[in-house]
Protein backbone atom coordinates (compact mmCIF):
# COMPACT_ATOMS: atom_id res chain seq x y z
CA UNK A 1 0.00 0.00 0.00
CA UNK A 2 3.20 2.64 0.99
CA UNK A 3 4.18 1.93 -2.80
CA UNK A 4 0.95 2.75 -4.43
CA UNK A 5 0.44 5.82 -2.18
CA UNK A 6 4.08 7.29 -2.96
CA UNK A 7 3.43 6.06 -6.33
CA UNK A 8 0.19 8.55 -6.69
CA UNK A 9 2.26 10.82 -4.97
CA UNK A 10 5.36 10.69 -7.42
CA UNK A 11 2.54 11.14 -10.53
CA UNK A 12 0.98 14.49 -8.84
CA UNK A 13 4.88 15.70 -7.98
CA UNK A 14 5.78 15.56 -11.71
CA UNK A 15 2.79 17.26 -12.73
CA UNK A 16 3.09 20.09 -10.50
CA UNK A 17 6.70 20.42 -10.97
CA UNK A 18 5.94 19.97 -15.31
CA UNK A 19 3.27 23.02 -15.05
CA UNK A 20 5.66 25.02 -12.42
CA UNK A 21 7.24 26.13 -15.60
CA UNK A 22 4.24 28.21 -16.12
CA UNK A 23 5.55 30.81 -14.06
CA UNK A 24 8.74 31.01 -15.61
CA UNK A 25 6.59 31.26 -18.95
CA UNK A 26 4.60 33.56 -17.79
CA UNK A 27 7.04 35.89 -16.85
CA UNK A 28 9.38 36.26 -19.51
CA UNK A 29 5.31 36.34 -21.61
CA UNK A 30 4.46 39.42 -19.16
CA UNK A 31 7.62 41.02 -19.32
CA UNK A 32 7.74 40.96 -23.50
CA UNK A 33 4.36 42.25 -23.68
CA UNK A 34 5.05 44.74 -21.43
CA UNK A 35 8.09 46.14 -23.27
CA UNK A 36 6.50 45.64 -27.13
CA UNK A 37 3.21 47.45 -25.43
CA UNK A 38 5.10 50.75 -24.31
CA UNK A 39 8.61 50.39 -26.10
CA UNK A 40 7.02 50.03 -29.19
CA UNK A 41 3.70 50.77 -28.95
CA UNK A 42 2.75 47.15 -30.86
CA UNK A 43 -0.02 45.34 -27.83
CA UNK A 44 -1.31 42.53 -28.86
CA UNK A 45 -5.10 41.95 -27.99
CA UNK A 46 -5.11 38.14 -27.09
CA UNK A 47 -2.30 38.63 -24.36
CA UNK A 48 -4.31 39.24 -22.15
CA UNK A 49 -6.46 36.02 -22.49
CA UNK A 50 -3.39 33.90 -22.93
CA UNK A 51 -2.29 35.30 -19.53
CA UNK A 52 -5.39 34.42 -17.93
CA UNK A 53 -5.47 31.01 -18.93
CA UNK A 54 -1.79 30.33 -18.47
CA UNK A 55 -2.30 31.44 -15.01
CA UNK A 56 -5.60 29.37 -14.64
CA UNK A 57 -3.75 26.26 -15.90
CA UNK A 58 -0.96 26.42 -13.21
CA UNK A 59 -3.64 27.41 -10.66
CA UNK A 60 -5.75 24.32 -11.54
CA UNK A 61 -2.89 22.05 -12.25
CA UNK A 62 -1.20 22.45 -8.88
CA UNK A 63 -3.96 21.68 -6.79
CA UNK A 64 -3.03 17.83 -7.05
CA UNK A 65 0.72 18.43 -6.10
CA UNK A 66 0.05 20.65 -3.37
CA UNK A 67 -2.12 18.30 -1.97
CA UNK A 68 0.44 15.34 -2.45
CA UNK A 69 2.89 17.66 -0.17
CA UNK A 70 -0.15 18.56 2.36
CA UNK A 71 0.59 22.13 1.38
CA UNK A 72 -3.20 23.53 1.06
CA UNK A 73 -3.89 26.04 3.92
CA UNK A 74 -5.53 24.27 7.41
CA UNK A 75 -6.96 26.11 10.28
CA UNK A 76 -3.94 24.14 12.89
CA UNK A 77 -4.50 26.42 15.54
CA UNK A 78 -6.96 23.84 17.03
CA UNK A 79 -6.21 20.88 14.41
CA UNK A 80 -2.48 20.61 15.60
CA UNK A 81 -2.52 20.07 19.33
CA UNK A 82 -5.72 17.11 18.73
CA UNK A 83 -4.60 13.56 18.79
CA UNK A 84 -3.37 11.68 15.72
CA UNK A 85 -6.00 9.54 14.99
CA UNK A 86 -8.64 12.34 15.68
CA UNK A 87 -6.86 14.43 12.63
CA UNK A 88 -7.26 11.05 10.71
CA UNK A 89 -11.00 10.76 11.87
CA UNK A 90 -11.51 14.35 10.72
CA UNK A 91 -9.90 14.43 7.82
CA UNK A 92 -11.78 11.35 6.45
CA UNK A 93 -15.12 12.58 7.32
CA UNK A 94 -14.15 15.71 5.79
CA UNK A 95 -12.77 13.70 2.10
CA UNK A 96 -15.78 11.57 2.45
CA UNK A 97 -18.26 14.06 2.67
CA UNK A 98 -17.33 17.02 0.67
CA UNK A 99 -14.09 16.71 -1.02
CA UNK A 100 -15.23 13.57 -3.22
CA UNK A 101 -17.94 14.57 -3.85
CA UNK A 102 -17.43 18.03 -4.71
CA UNK A 103 -14.50 16.82 -7.12
CA UNK A 104 -16.98 14.20 -8.78
CA UNK A 105 -19.08 16.69 -9.55
CA UNK A 106 -15.80 19.03 -10.77
CA UNK A 107 -14.74 16.37 -13.43
CA UNK A 108 -18.53 15.77 -14.77
CA UNK A 109 -19.49 19.40 -14.94
CA UNK A 110 -15.82 20.25 -16.14
CA UNK A 111 -15.66 17.29 -19.15
CA UNK A 112 -19.40 18.67 -20.08
CA UNK A 113 -17.59 22.35 -20.41
CA UNK A 114 -14.91 21.33 -22.64
CA UNK A 115 -16.67 19.31 -24.77
CA UNK A 116 -19.43 21.95 -25.34
CA UNK A 117 -16.25 24.06 -26.02
CA UNK A 118 -14.25 21.69 -28.43
CA UNK A 119 -17.61 21.44 -30.04
CA UNK A 120 -17.91 25.15 -30.81
CA UNK A 121 -14.57 25.66 -31.91
CA UNK A 122 -14.99 28.42 -28.70
CA UNK A 123 -12.77 31.65 -28.71
CA UNK A 124 -12.80 34.08 -26.23
CA UNK A 125 -14.59 36.99 -26.86
CA UNK A 126 -12.84 39.11 -23.47
CA UNK A 127 -10.30 40.91 -26.40
CA UNK A 128 -10.26 41.01 -29.99
CA UNK A 129 -9.31 37.55 -32.16
CA UNK A 130 -9.13 36.38 -28.90
CA UNK A 131 -7.24 33.11 -28.97
CA UNK A 132 -9.01 29.29 -28.64
CA UNK A 133 -10.48 28.77 -25.08
CA UNK A 134 -11.30 24.81 -25.41
CA UNK A 135 -7.76 23.68 -24.70
CA UNK A 136 -8.16 25.75 -20.98
CA UNK A 137 -11.37 24.49 -20.24
CA UNK A 138 -10.02 21.04 -21.20
CA UNK A 139 -7.81 21.10 -17.86
CA UNK A 140 -10.50 21.17 -15.90
CA UNK A 141 -11.83 18.21 -16.02
CA UNK A 142 -7.83 17.05 -16.11
CA UNK A 143 -7.60 18.99 -12.99
CA UNK A 144 -10.62 17.34 -11.29
CA UNK A 145 -8.77 13.82 -11.98
CA UNK A 146 -5.91 14.43 -10.29
CA UNK A 147 -7.18 15.71 -7.24
CA UNK A 148 -9.62 12.95 -7.07
CA UNK A 149 -6.45 10.33 -7.34
CA UNK A 150 -4.34 11.96 -4.56
CA UNK A 151 -7.65 12.55 -3.08
CA UNK A 152 -8.19 8.86 -2.75
CA UNK A 153 -4.41 8.44 -1.75
CA UNK A 154 -5.35 10.98 1.48
CA UNK A 155 -8.31 8.50 2.50
CA UNK A 156 -6.10 5.12 2.57
CA UNK A 157 -3.64 7.59 4.53
CA UNK A 158 -6.33 8.23 7.12
CA UNK A 159 -7.18 4.98 7.29
CA UNK A 160 -3.57 3.83 8.08
CA UNK A 161 -3.39 6.40 10.83
CA UNK A 162 -6.67 5.49 12.11
CA UNK A 163 -4.98 1.43 12.29
CA UNK A 164 -1.23 2.63 13.36
CA UNK A 165 -1.91 5.73 14.92
CA UNK A 166 1.01 7.41 12.80
CA UNK A 167 0.77 9.06 9.78
CA UNK A 168 2.22 7.21 6.76
CA UNK A 169 5.57 8.73 5.43
CA UNK A 170 4.89 10.96 2.22
CA UNK A 171 7.64 10.94 -0.44
CA UNK A 172 10.99 13.76 -0.27
CA UNK A 173 10.52 16.60 -2.28
CA UNK A 174 12.04 20.05 -2.11
CA UNK A 175 10.62 22.43 0.62
CA UNK A 176 10.96 26.03 1.37
CA UNK A 177 11.82 25.16 5.12
CA UNK A 178 13.11 21.70 5.98
CA UNK A 179 11.22 22.42 9.05
CA UNK A 180 12.47 19.08 10.60
CA UNK A 181 16.32 19.78 10.24
CA UNK A 182 15.44 23.43 11.70
CA UNK A 183 14.11 22.01 14.52
CA UNK A 184 16.71 19.34 15.39
CA UNK A 185 18.91 22.84 14.70
CA UNK A 186 17.37 24.59 17.86
CA UNK A 187 16.95 21.32 19.63
CA UNK A 188 20.79 20.99 19.37
CA UNK A 189 21.84 24.69 20.10
CA UNK A 190 19.03 24.34 23.17
CA UNK A 191 21.12 21.55 24.53
CA UNK A 192 24.63 22.88 24.34
CA UNK A 193 23.89 26.49 25.07
CA UNK A 194 23.31 25.74 29.07
CA UNK A 195 26.25 23.30 29.19
CA UNK A 196 28.84 25.91 27.82
CA UNK A 197 27.49 28.75 30.13
CA UNK A 198 28.80 26.50 33.24
CA UNK A 199 32.00 25.15 31.67
CA UNK A 200 34.60 26.46 34.26
CA UNK A 201 36.74 29.02 33.23
CA UNK A 202 40.62 28.59 33.55
CA UNK A 203 41.62 31.65 33.68
CA UNK A 204 39.02 32.52 36.80
CA UNK A 205 40.25 28.88 38.60
CA UNK A 206 43.89 30.24 37.85
CA UNK A 207 43.22 33.53 40.11
CA UNK A 208 41.23 31.53 42.85
CA UNK A 209 44.18 29.71 43.21
Known sequence: M????????????????????????????????????????????????????????????????????????????????LPIRVQATIDLTLYLVFFIPGIVALVWAGYSY???SFAINEHSTVTADGPPIYPFKAMIPLAGLALLLQGFA??????????????????????????????????QTEAVVPEASVAPNPKLQGEVQ
Not at 21 to 49: C, H, K, M, Q
Not at 55 to 75: D, K, Q
Not at 158 to 180: F, Q, S, T
Request: proline letters at 3%; hydrophobic letters at 50%; aromatic letters at 16%.
Open 114 to 116: AAE
Open 154 to 187: EIARCVICLKNGAWPKRIDDIEEVDVDTLKEMVT
Open 2 to 81: QNILHRIDWINTKVGHFFSWFVFALTLFVTYEVISRYAFGNPRPWAFDAMNMMYGTLFMMAGAYALSTNAHVRGDVLYGF
